[in-house]
């Protein structure tokens, strides 16, 4: 029997708007404003990235816009690499979820030189530790998702230490389309996804993903759960505003969910 689909979420990244506001500094553009126009206007969550340079979201965004959440009772997703030890300005991403408490939390393998999450976690190694920090952030009552690349292997590593779901890192499938040859990775992600799910594991995505490509991957990739969507939309917002952005995207889900 076909599984009914799933209503995919969108949760709005809104690094880029604290990556405006450093720029200059002071408070503006407001990174809990920005969000609480989202979730007005439809989206399901909100998604930050905090990373030990503070260059973009800070730890104090982190619990503002948790308590903005609670207030509209959806979703916070922090993602982050759970390696990353404290520093000045960032307790550690186990630390902050203490605090936060996301509803779910997506462990990243990036590292401090890195411009943006480019590649997923490498399950063929030592996962060990990787297992026990999973452990402790489902303890905080976390839903905890793995980024992984389309194609990896040794997904059935990651449901075994207890994993609740993947995000399909979909920069190469954003690349694949902007070049008009969607196809291959598009056949990788929908691989990987059905491997997941037939391993217990639900799957989200994210990365690159905009108006122009959203809309042929959730018809490629089946039941997915939640898409995190950040840089296109807060670009795209530049033009078109940020409630209409947000409206657009929920239209282009609905549309493939009736």
């Given at each position: 029997?076909?599984?009914?689909p799933?209503?995919?979420a969108?949760s709005?990244?809104?690094?880029?708007?604290?990556?405006?506001?450093?720029?200059?500094?002071?408070?503006?553009p407001?990174v809990?404003?920005?969000?609480?126009?989202?979730?007005?206007?439809?989206?399901?969550?909100?998604?930050?990235?905090?990373?030990?340079?503070?260059?973009?979201i800070?730890?104090?965004d982190?619990?503002a816009?948790?308590?903005?959440?609670?207030?509209?009772?959806?979703?916070?997703?922090?993602?982050?690499?759970?390696?990353?030890?404290?520093?000045?300005?960032?307790?550690?991403?186990?630390?902050?979820?203490?605090?936060?408490?996301?509803a779910?939390?997506?462990?990243?393998?990036?590292s401090?030189?890195?411009?943006?999450?480019?590649?997923?976690?490498?399950?063929?190694?030592?996962?060990?530790?990787?297992g026990?920090?999973?452990?402790h952030?489902?303890?905080l009552?976390?839903?905890?998702?793995?980024?992984?690349?389309?194609?990896?292997?040794?997904?059935?590593?990651?449901a075994?230490?207890?994993?609740?779901?993947?995000?399909?890192?979909?920069?190469?499938y954003?690349q694949?389309?902007?070049?008009?040859?969607?196809?291959?990775?598009?056949a990788?992600?929908?691989?990987?996804?059905?491997?997941?799910?037939?391993?217990?594991?639900?799957?989200?995505?994210?990365?690159d993903?905009?108006?122009?490509?959203?809309?042929?991957?959730?018809?490629?990739?089946?039941?997915?759960?939640?898409?995190?969507?950040?840089?296109?939309?807060?670009?795209?917002?530049?033009?078109?505003g940020?409630e209409?952005?947000?409206?657009?995207?929920?239209?282009?889900?609905?549309?493939?969910?009736a």
């Amino acid at each position: 029997m076909t599984p009914d689909p799933v209503r995919t979420a969108l949760s709005v990244n809104v690094n880029k708007v604290a990556v405006l506001r450093n720029s200059r500094g002071g408070g503006e553009p407001d990174v809990v404003r920005a969000a609480r126009t989202c979730l007005r206007a439809g989206a399901h969550g909100i998604t930050v990235h905090p990373r030990p340079d503070r260059r973009h979201i800070t730890a104090e965004d982190v619990l503002a816009l948790a308590g903005l959440t609670a207030q509209f009772q959806v979703e916070l997703n922090i993602e982050g690499n759970p390696f990353a030890p404290p520093r000045q300005g960032y307790p550690g991403l186990l630390a902050l979820c203490e605090r936060a408490r996301p509803a779910q939390v997506t462990l990243v393998p990036d590292s401090d030189g890195q411009l943006t999450s480019d590649h997923g976690f490498d399950f063929t190694g030592d996962t060990i530790q990787l297992g026990r920090l999973v452990a402790h952030f489902k303890a905080l009552g976390c839903r905890v998702s793995l980024f992984v690349d389309a194609g990896c292997v040794g997904l059935e590593r990651a449901a075994a230490m207890g994993a609740d779901r993947i995000e399909l890192y979909t920069g190469p499938y954003a690349q694949g389309w902007a070049a008009g040859a969607p196809d291959p990775a598009l056949a990788a992600c929908r691989a990987t996804a059905q491997e997941a799910q037939l391993l217990g594991l639900q799957v989200n995505a994210g990365h690159d993903l905009s108006q122009d490509n959203l809309g042929m991957f959730l018809a490629g990739v089946p039941q997915v759960q939640e898409v995190s969507i950040g840089h296109a939309l807060i670009s795209e917002a530049l033009y078109e505003g940020l409630e209409t952005t947000v409206r657009r995207y929920l239209a282009i889900i609905q549309a493939l969910s009736a």
